[in-house]
Each structure stands twice: as C-alpha cells, then as structure tokens.
C-alpha cells in the first residue's frame, strides 16, 4: 500500500490497481495531479468525509473523467459547490451505511463534528479506516460542560467502533489541542484493533511525538506523523518506509 500525504487530513493511497483520494481539499505538491495523469490505475475513488472548506476542494472534480466513483458524505448534498460535479457519478453516505463497488465496499460512522468517517474494504483484503473530523475534542478554554460534551460523544461513537480492526488508520491528532491533542488517539488505538497509524489534521504543526502514554497503549504499532505535502511512505508488513 503506498500512502502519500496532501494536506490537513488529505492522502492519496494506491493498493494495486486501486487509487483512492481521501480529503484532498488541496494539493500543493501536485502529486495527484502527476499520478493520475500516469494512469497507472484500473479504479479511481475520490472520498470527502465532510463539507468544511479544510476537506473538500472543487478542484477534485478535474478528475471526473478518470473517476470511477465520488463516495462524499450526505452533508455535502446541501452545498453549492457540490453542483459542480456529475451528479450520476456521486454516491452520498449517511452515516451508518455501506455502499459497495468494484474491488472495494465502504463502511461509514458518525462524526463528532460534521459529516462521516469511512472504513474501507479493498479487494486484497485490506482495510482502511479514514476518520474525518472524527476526535476527542477537548479544547482547554472550552467551559467544563461543553469539554464534558465532547467526551461524552466522543465515548458514545467509540462503542460503535470498539473492536474495528484495520489495517491502517488515519486519526486526527491535532496540534491545536495542545496538551490534549492525543486524548482521542490514544482511546481510539486502545479500544480497536488497528495495525498502522497515520497522525493527520496538524498543518503547520511538526511532526506528532507520541508520548508514553500512548506508546504504552499503541505497544508495537507504527505511526507516522507526516509534515509536507508529497511526503511518501509505504506500508508493506506493518511497517512504514520511504
């Protein structure tokens, strides 16, 4: 599986002739832009978990005519910019849905914020679970109850998820929460059964840094932390490499 990360939360995975965009709301290194243009794919998915600007981009819709499939959450149904697109190639999932297709079946959840996070099933077996803006967000100059708020979701989406197993996650671990910022990684590596994970929503941030307690709860599970658009990693055995 080859991983190359966009922006914010946006990846760009290939697994064999499979190419699949996750939230690619920007593209500063024009790594799609190359890689679709090489076609060195049968099936191309676009995914949007939700419509916030840091998420969905229009320019996405470049990639119509190689598109095989727009899965987007059902939020985006009630933006204007989704009128920009063939409307016969979108698919929109509500949450707790599923929707399959060729070499590939999606699986979506609730958020804690807007929109879905989605689990992916590829036709080599592979799993992908892609979160959005699905987290703990505990922001500490929020008030006490609007904090007791978000745990209390967060926790009530996590029991949906509790035993998910995946071959790679991708999980909010977002700079901007400060000393907070792992809350929601740490609870979501030690309730599912996941084999790699990918840090995302930190642009401008440096590289994540697990702590202790987090490594406690991850044990031997490699992450990574990406900090460039166009930054590349392969996942082959559990293990990530240039």
Do not use: C
Request: aromatic content about 16%; hydrophobic content about 40%.
């Amino acid at each position: 599986m080859e991983i190359t990360y966009l922006l914010n939360s946006g990846f760009m995975i290939k697994d064999k002739d499979i190419l699949m965009l996750f939230d690619d709301f920007d593209d500063p290194s024009l790594t799609v832009d190359k890689v679709v243009g090489e076609g060195d794919f049968k099936y191309l998915y676009i995914f949007v978990s939700h419509a916030h600007f840091d998420h969905f981009g229009t320019h996405i819709r470049a990639y119509a005519e190689q598109t095989t499939r727009y899965i987007f959450s059902n939020d985006l149904k009630r933006t204007r910019r989704v009128k920009l697109f063939p409307s016969t190639d979108i698919t929109f999932m509500r949450k707790y849905s599923e929707w399959e297709g060729k070499g590939i079946k999606v699986w979506t959840y609730d958020s804690t914020d807007v929109g879905v996070s989605f689990l992916v099933e590829l036709k080599s077996g592979k799993r992908i679970f892609h979160a959005g803006d699905f987290n703990w967000w505990h922001w500490d100059e929020d008030s006490p109850e609007n904090r007791q708020i978000a745990k209390r979701i967060f926790f009530k989406q996590m029991k949906r998820l509790k035993g998910l197993e995946a071959d790679v996650a991708f999980f909010p671990v977002d700079g901007r929460l400060g000393g907070s910022q792992e809350k929601g990684v740490t609870e979501f590596i030690k309730q599912t059964e996941v084999k790699a994970l990918v840090a995302m929503h930190r642009p401008g941030f440096p590289a994540w840094i697990p702590s202790r307690n987090f490594l406690i709860e991850a044990g031997k599970i490699p992450y990574w932390s990406p900090t460039y658009s166009g930054e590349f990693r392969k996942l082959e055995k559990n293990k990530f490499s240039e």
